[in-house]
């Protein structure tokens, strides 16, 4: 397989800073590698976040609704909690944006919980802390490190449901996490969790903020799922033209 030029010379910049064998790189883009991990960094927005497998890669539509999410946080707001950050991309940028932020963070994989610590040291975010947790399970909101009230909740869930799963490219199958993709079979379990948390007593406060990325075809389902829990919801579209973030509110 030949590669595209770009390719080509991202991989031969990636080679000479790290003295690495430029052949070596090709081959395991040749073998379907994402180009991410082989380079091992993503831009996203203004920072450099390291990325390897098997943490999921930081897409360009997150990076998109989480600057646009940046704007409308109000200056009041202190205390972010991230649901499954991964290599912290969510959290990283919003905390470099607004300074008043300071931002939790947590993933079921301790793989994640290190890159996005490191990631936090490399973009220089002090006001940040990344934990092992899973917050599916029903004693989540009572962990020792989580510091209720929040006043943003985000994540970027797992979200593809069972038969579109087994349809992803090798490129994301064979390499990124299950764990941060499959959002089971009808790939809204994680939103059902969250939506609980959402209206659990003094877990967020009165006039949080909740953003959630969702997949292609889900914005009327999650939607629904946060308005059968009294919350406001409004949709944002993406650059490609697809509803891809929910924003849900507590207050009024
Ligand atoms: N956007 C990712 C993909 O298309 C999915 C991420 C997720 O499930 N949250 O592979």
Not at 68 to 82: T, Y
Not at 112 to 117: E, P, S
Not at 232 to 251: L, Q, S, V
Request: charge should be negative; include cysteine; hydrophobic fraction near 40%.
């Amino acid at each position: 397989m030949r590669l595209p030029l770009r390719e080509l010379k991202w991989l031969r910049k990636a080679a000479a800073d790290a003295n690495r064998p430029l052949d070596a790189l090709v081959r395991r883009r040749q073998q379907g590698e994402p180009l991410q991990y082989i380079i091992g960094t993503q831009p996203f927005g203004p920072l450099e976040l390291s990325v390897r497998p098997p943490i999921l890669i930081p897409r360009p539509e997150t990076e998109h609704w989480v600057i646009e999410l940046a704007a409308r946080i109000p200056e009041s707001a202190r205390h972010l909690l991230d649901l499954g950050t991964g290599s912290g991309c969510i959290p990283l940028l919003l905390a470099h944006l607004c300074p008043a932020l300071s931002a939790h963070a947590v993933d079921v994989n301790p793989a994640a919980v290190t890159l996005a610590t490191e990631n936090a040291a490399r973009c220089s975010v002090t006001r940040f802390r990344a934990f092992q947790a899973n917050f599916l399970d029903p004693d989540f909101h009572v962990h020792a490190m989580l510091c209720p009230p929040y006043d943003v909740l985000t994540s970027n869930p797992p979200y593809i449901p069972w038969n579109e799963y087994l349809e992803l490219p090798d490129e994301v199958k064979n390499y990124e996490d299950p764990r941060a993709l499959f959002g089971g079979p009808s790939g809204l379990e994680f939103y059902h969790a969250i939506a609980r948390l959402a209206v659990r007593e003094r877990f967020l406060s009165s006039d949080a903020i909740i953003a959630l990325e969702v997949g292609h075809d889900q914005a009327e389902a999650v939607g629904a799922i946060f308005e059968s829990v009294s919350l406001r919801t409004e949709a944002w579209t993406d650059p490609w033209g697809k509803k891809r973030t929910i924003i849900a509110y507590r207050g009024t």
